[in-house]
């Protein structure tokens, strides 16, 4: 996946773009990398709307509200 809705946003906040294996979609929360945990991190301190767009991006098949509480755990 190389683009996605938001996706200049999440870069912005991030202040820089976002590499290939930040950018890799996964079946599940489970399957989330430790470069995707270092964004969704970094985005769910400063920006929540930012971070639910990226994992929206990156993990397509997951539910609204799993996302949301993976974002409060990580903020």
Known sequence: MSSFEG???VENELGRA????E???VP???ELSPAHF???RS?????RLAALLYLRAVV???TTPLLV???DRCG
């Open 7 to 9: 996706r200049a946003q």
């Open 18 to 21: 976002l590499i290939h294996q």
């Open 23 to 25: 950018l890799s979609a």
């Open 28 to 30: 599940s929360i489970n």
């Open 38 to 40: 270092a964004v969704l």
């Open 43 to 47: 985005l769910a301190r400063c920006q």
């Open 60 to 62: 397509p098949d997951s």
């Open 69 to 71: 509480e993976l974002i």
